[in-house]
């Protein structure tokens, strides 16, 4: 089973580069340490930077490929490549390396991949700040070093020399690194949402899936249950139609052939309606829903077949009838005819009781029998089961049990819209 993901922003941890990211992070870490040793040998000739205590070539060509060839590493290590380039830079200024310019800026880099790629937020966000902090502590010792130095320089400024160097480099360096944590926090911000974004849609293909196989077990249940509907009630008809032709064949021929054709007209329409239905099925929506199916005016058809098969029936409507929606008045139908099937099949009665009342808003099927019958829930499961689910997407109420003075009763309730123009 898939497990939720979580959207705690500190959990969670960004996936690593690609390998395609690794070989470009290897090319642009090796071409800025071939721009940072380009850029020494261009602030050399220039005279940039000149002093007595720098050191020799090979050391400022060493310092700045150390701060710089890290970055080809810097989404793989980013922790490390941030403390290496950090350290680096400041020993390449107590060093006097004269190339300051691509230095700085792969120092940004590095903090800034830190912030956007470190899979521990809590510790990359520690480890960014301990470097800042130590760059600030770096700037205010070498002010406090060379504050002879800052002091000696002529200025026709309105602010002392000293004040003015210290206010400016803070405010540079506040910038500087502002700016570089705040971006790679956004950076990774950004990636996490299109992360969070990417699993909702997953989580809701896989709930689109799910719903989908609901609708298609519950299309298979309807299906089945449609089935029991139509065949279980004429083959329950014709079974004893059958049985009485066979009693009375030799006795009664005309009796026999008055059952025969009972069967006849039961296995017709029995395929006529597993016909409609299977016809229902292959149609488009709109022609489903202009398809003439079994309604609650076809109950009068239930009783007749149920008085053909031997049993007395009483059937009667009471209250104006109103008009229904199709799926209560096939959902009335359906109820009525399993009640009849249970009591054909297991009651053993003389005697059935159909009665429709159309009600105050509400319409009531009530079926009665003098029989002995049980649950009436056949073996396949669809008989008050099916009554039930058809009640319920109705929002109405089914009763069933024993009658006091013998015999099975099934009563359903329906709830149904009324209007101004059409009596309860």
Not at 50 to 66: D, K, S
Not at 208 to 214: D, L, S, V, Y
Request: glycine share 8%; aromatic share 8%; net charge neutral.
């Amino acid at each position: 089973m898939r497990s939720m993901p979580s959207w705690n922003v500190e959990e969670w941890r960004r996936p690593g580069p690609t390998p395609r990211q690794r070989r470009n992070d290897l090319w642009i870490g090796s071409g800025v340490a071939a721009l940072a040793v380009f850029t020494l040998f261009m602030l050399r000739s220039a005279g940039y930077y000149h002093t007595e205590r720098a050191p020799a070539l090979a050391e400022q060509i060493f310092w700045a490929v150390v701060t710089t060839l890290p970055l080809a590493w810097r989404r793989r290590a980013p922790e490390a490549v941030a403390i290496v380039v950090s350290a680096a830079f400041i020993v390449a200024q107590v060093r006097f390396s004269p190339e300051q310019v691509v230095t700085t800026y792969a120092l940004c880099a590095a903090i800034y991949t830190l912030g956007a790629w470190g899979q521990d937020r809590a510790r990359a966000r520690t480890v960014r700040l301990v470097i800042i902090a130590v760059m600030f502590g770096w700037l205010t010792a070498s002010y406090a070093i060379y504050h002879d130095a800052l002091t000696a320089a002529d200025s026709d400024g309105e602010k002392p020399e000293l004040w003015a160097a210290v206010l400016l480099g803070y405010l540079q360096n506040i910038v500087y690194f502002a700016f570089t944590y705040l971006m790679a926090d956004w950076a990774w911000r950004a990636v996490y949402r299109q992360h969070r974004l990417e699993e909702q849609t997953e989580e809701l293909r896989a709930a689109q899936e799910a719903a989908a196989g609901r609708a298609v077990l519950q299309e298979r249940v309807r299906i089945a249950r449609e089935l029991h509907d139509v065949v279980a009630h004429h083959v329950s008809v014709m079974g004893i139609q059958a049985s009485a032709c066979r009693r009375a064949l030799e006795k009664d021929p005309v009796k026999a052939v008055t059952a025969l054709t009972a069967v006849e007209e039961g296995a017709r329409t029995a395929v006529d309606e597993l016909r409609r239905m299977l016809g229902a099925l292959r149609a488009t929506s709109a022609e489903t829903e202009a398809a003439p199916g079994a309604g609650i005016e076809r109950i009068a058809e239930i009783a007749e077949r149920a008085r053909e098969a031997g049993l007395e029936v009483h059937f009667g409507t009471y209250g104006d009838p109103a008009p229904l929606p199709d799926s209560l008045s096939r959902a009335a139908f359906r109820i009525v005819q399993e009640s009849v099937t249970n009591t054909l099949k297991h009651a053993r009665a003389a005697t059935i009781d159909i009665r429709i009342r159309y009600l105050a808003g509400e319409l009531e099927l009530d079926v009665a029998d003098d029989g002995h019958g049980g649950a009436g829930v056949t073996g396949s499961g669809m008989g008050l089961i099916g009554m039930r689910e058809r009640v319920a997407v109705h929002d109405g109420t089914l009763e069933h049990g024993r009658r006091s003075g013998g015999g099975y009763r099934v009563r359903a309730r329906l709830p149904y819209l009324t209007t101004a123009g059409n009596p309860s």
